[in-house]
């Protein structure tokens, strides 16, 4: 029996929305919040309502009863540090999204909104491999500081999402594999899945790792605190710097992968000097994973919006191809994986997990 699935992945000035068959999808909209709009609202917990009702006259405008619907499933949120998998939203995951643990953002919203439209309609909701999907051996938690241990925040959901297609594609179970992902957005995260779990990744929130087109990396921990304490900057700076205005941005002032790659290209010297730098710092963060996973890799997945350029899969084969065969799965499709994570509890395949 099919299942019709909404799928709602909040954010920060839009709000992606899905219907899918199955895995089929039926129809999809960003649907755009102008920045006046949002600015009505003091949180974003605030935005609830407003968000709703455009999803709902969304759904009405695409001649969709919301009576149809099986099942609703929503973006996950900056939760208390979790395995991965489907979570049903339950009171207190409900309460951990409003009262933001670990932050407030926009994905927060999704599993309040799904939770919220499911009950409406008497059916279930879910949240599928938030950020917040903690894994990590006791080992890679240490950082060599017992008051800063190292934390996993990073794209959990795309990650997982392609791990498991490759699986399916080559006949084998998630949980059989050994893998390298390499998520390349506007942060890129570096993750070691060990049989089904992500062993170690970089902490993409705080701009660990190698540097991004938004983010600086890991960057030189003297220096960092002697810029801390110049007087120069207030903390709010210093962040800015090493999460948004890092990378890409802090050297040619763009976060476009596009504009840093023709840029190269047309040698330019410094865009050359970054984008050679950039994937040189990915291949070493890889390097280090396939230690982690003692050298046993059985495949190297680059992913991510940086994936469509051909030159990624053509560098990275050559620094780390003596690893591993490397897999190119292109872009993010947040909303397909969003409703797989769905469609496998509804259909039995595995058991929703608790909060």
Request: some cysteine; proline content about 4%; charged content about 25%.
């Amino acid at each position: 029996m099919s299942m019709k699935v909404l799928v709602i992945n909040p954010g920060s000035t839009s709000t992606k929305v899905g219907v899918f068959e199955d895995e089929t999808l039926l129809f999809e909209e960003t649907l755009r919040h102008p920045t006046e709009e949002i600015a009505k609202y003091a949180t974003v917990i605030d935005q609830k309502d407003f968000r709703k009702e455009i999803i709902l006259a969304f759904l009405a405008e695409k001649h969709c009863d919301p009576k149809s619907l099986d099942v609703i499933v929503g973006r996950g949120g900056l939760l208390k540090p979790i395995p991965g998998g489907t979570y049903a939203v339950s009171d207190a995951l409900l309460a951990d999204l409003k009262a933001g643990v670990q932050g407030q953002h926009a994905s927060n919203l999704g599993g309040i909104l799904a939770r919220e439209i499911g009950d409406k309609l008497g059916v279930p909701s879910f949240i599928v491999d938030p950020v917040v999907v903690d894994e990590l051996t006791d080992k890679a938690r240490l950082s060599g500081m017992p008051e800063l241990p190292r934390r996993s925040i990073f794209h959990a959901l795309n990650q997982k999402a392609v791990a498991r297609r490759f699986a399916k594609e080559s006949g084998k179970k998630y949980d059989e594999l050994n893998l390298i992902v390499i998520h390349m957005g506007g942060g890129v995260s570096v993750g070691a899945h060990d049989h089904g779990h992500v062993v170690d990744v970089n902490n993409i929130l705080d701009g660990e790792g190698c540097f991004s087109p938004e983010r600086s990396g890991t960057v030189p921990v003297g220096d960092l605190i002697r810029m801390c304490f110049s007087g120069k900057y207030t903390q709010q700076e210093i962040y800015k710097k090493v999460c948004g205005n890092g990378g890409f941005n802090g050297y040619l002032h763009t976060n476009d992968a596009r504009t840093v790659g023709e840029r190269a290209a047309a040698g330019d010297e410094l865009a050359k000097q970054v984008w050679d730098a950039f994937f040189y710092q990915i291949a070493k963060d890889a390097g280090a994973m396939a230690a982690v996973l003692h050298g046993k890799v059985d495949q190297i997945i680059l992913t991510g919006g940086i994936a469509y350029n051909p030159y990624t899969a053509e560098v990275l084969k050559d620094y780390l191809g003596w690893i591993a065969p490397i897999t190119v799965y292109p872009g993010e499709d947040e909303l397909l994986a969003l409703c797989q994570g769905a469609l496998r509890v509804m259909h039995g395949e595995e058991k929703a997990k608790e909060y």
